[in-house]
C-alpha cells in the first residue's frame, strides 16, 4: 500500500486579506484614486500642505545623487517594465504609486550573491529647489547568503514621492538606514517595500529630523520560513511639521519574527506626529513570534501625538504577539534622580532625551552616521532646553 502525504502550498494558502488598514497594492494608478482624508490610512495626514502634489502631474526634475562604489555592488538602471518585472511589493498609496509611474525607471544597486561588504553602500540624495516636484524609484536586490549595509540619506529642499524596495534573498542579512535630514519646506511621500527571503534576517532604521511633511510607509512580507525583521526609528517633530510612519508587516509565511521600536520627541506650537503600526498574522502563519512598540516624549506645550498600533490574527498557533504605546512628558523622578546628584535642570533633561534615544541610534552599526544623529538630536534640543515652555519655529 502506498501513502501520500500532502505538502501545503504556503503561496496557494496566502489570500489576499482586505482591510482599511492597509489597503489592496497596486501598481495601477487607478486602483490609488487621490484621497480626501476620510480614508483610514490618510486621516492623518494634513492633505491641504500638499499643495496639489498628489495630481501626479509630469516632472523632469531630478534629485542631485552620490554614492560611494563598495567591491561587490552593482549599479544599473531599469525601465519601468523591467523593475515591475523583478517581482517588487508592489506601491500600497498613491505617492508610491505616482513614483513608480512617473519616474521613467529605476535605479538597481545588486549585491552578489555571498558577497560580503567590507563596507556600508552610502547614498547621498538632496534636492535645492523646493517648488519642483521630483519621482523617484530606487531597487536594492541582496543575493542569497549576502550581507550588506546600506545607508540612504536625504537632504535638501525638495517635493519627493519616492518607491524603495528591498529584495533580500535566501539567507541574506541586511542593515539598512533611512535617514530623512531634509530642510523645513521639504514634502517627502514614500513607500519603503521589503520581501524578506528564507532564513533571512533584515534590520531597518528609519530616522525623521526634518522637512514640512513627511510622510513614510514601511511594508513588509516574507518568501519563506525563518525570516527575521527588526524595524527600529526615531523623529524628532518641531513647531509647524507634520512627521508620520506607517508601519505594516505581513505575516504570510510560518515561523518568521518581526520586532518594531520607534521613538519620537516633540516640541513645539503644533508639532505633530503620527506613528500607525499594523501586524497581520495569516492563517499559514503558525510559530511566528511579533512585537511593535511606540513610545513618545512631549517636551513642550501644543504639541500632538497620534499613537495606533494594530494586530490582525487569523491563527492562534502562535509563539506570541503584542503591541504597546506611550505618550508623555519628562519622567519627574528621572529628573529628580539627576537633580538630587548636582546635575543642572537643564543638562538633566538633555540626558534624559539622549538616553531616550540612544538605544535605537546604536543599533545604526555605522559610527559616522551614529554621530550625526547624535549631533542632530543635540542641536533640536538647543531649541528647548532651557526654555522647556515654549518653543519658537
Not at 487607478?30 to 502631474?57: C, K, Q, Y
Amino acid at each position: 500500500m502506498t501513502v501520500t502525504t500532502a505538502v501545503p502550498n504556503v503561496a496557494e494558502a496566502v489570500e489576499t486579506v482586505a482591510s482599511h488598514l492597509h489597503p489592496v497594492a497596486s501598481f495601477d494608478l487607478a486602483d490609488h484614486p487621490i484621497p480626501s482624508g476620510r480614508e483610514e490610512v490618510w486621516r492623518f495626514t494634513p492633505l491641504r500642505r500638499l499643495n496639489g502634489l498628489l495630481d501626479g502631474a509630469p516632472s523632469a526634475a531630478h534629485l542631485n545623487w552620490s554614492a560611494n562604489a563598495p567591491a561587490g555592488v552593482i549599479r544599473s538602471e531599469l525601465d519601468t517594465a523591467a523593475a515591475i518585472a523583478l517581482n517588487l511589493p508592489a506601491p500600497v498609496d498613491r505617492p508610491s504609486a505616482l513614483a513608480v509611474a512617473q519616474a521613467g525607471g529605476a535605479v538597481l544597486y545588486d549585491v552578489a550573491a555571498n558577497a560580503e561588504l567590507d563596507e556600508p553602500l552610502v547614498i547621498e540624495v538632496s534636492g535645492d529647489d523646493p517648488k519642483a516636484t521630483v519621482y523617484g524609484q530606487v531597487i536594492f536586490r541582496i543575493g542569497a547568503n549576502a550581507s550588506a549595509t546600506i545607508v540612504l540619506r536625504h537632504t535638501g529642499s525638495v517635493r519627493y514621492l519616492s518607491s524603495v524596495s528591498l529584495l533580500v534573498g535566501d539567507g541574506a542579512h541586511l542593515n539598512f538606514v533611512g535617514l530623512q535630514d531634509w530642510a523645513a519646506d521639504t514634502v517627502h511621500l514614500g513607500h519603503i517595500g521589503m520581501r524578506i527571503g528564507r532564513d533571512a534576517r533584515v534590520r531597518t532604521v528609519a530616522a525623521s529630523l526634518g522637512g514640512d511633511v513627511v510622510r513614510l510607509v514601511e511594508t513588509a512580507e516574507y518568501d519563506g520560513p525563518g525570516g527575521e525583521l527588526e524595524q527600529f526609528g526615531l523623529y524628532f517633530v518641531d513647531a509647524g511639521q507634520h512627521i508620520e510612519h506607517r508601519m505594516f508587516v505581513d505575516h504570510n509565511q510560518p515561523s518568521t519574527r518581526s520586532k518594531v521600536d520607534y521613538r519620537g520627541a516633540l516640541q513645539g506650537k503644533d508639532a505633530h506626529s503620527v506613528w500607525v503600526g499594523d501586524v497581520l498574522i495569516r492563517k499559514i502563519a503558525e510559530g511566528i513570534n511579533t512585537y511593535e512598540s511606540n513610545k513618545n516624549l512631549v517636551l513642550t506645550d501644543g504639541c500632538r501625538a497620534d499613537s495606533v498600533p494594530n494586530l490582525e490574527i487569523e491563527t492562534g498557533q502562535i509563539e506570541g504577539a503584542g503591541h504597546s504605546s506611550t505618550t508623555g512628558r519628562f519622567d519627574d523622578e528621572q529628573l529628580f534622580y539627576l537633580r538630587s546628584r548636582g546635575i543642572p535642570e537643564d543638562e538633566a533633561r538633555r540626558l534624559v532625551v539622549h538616553g531616550f534615544f540612544v538605544d535605537i541610534i546604536r543599533r545604526i552599526g555605522v559610527a559616522d552616521v551614529e554621530e550625526r544623529l547624535l549631533a542632530a538630536v543635540e542641536k533640536e534640543l538647543e531649541l528647548v532646553v532651557g526654555n522647556p515652555d515654549s518653543v519658537t519655529p
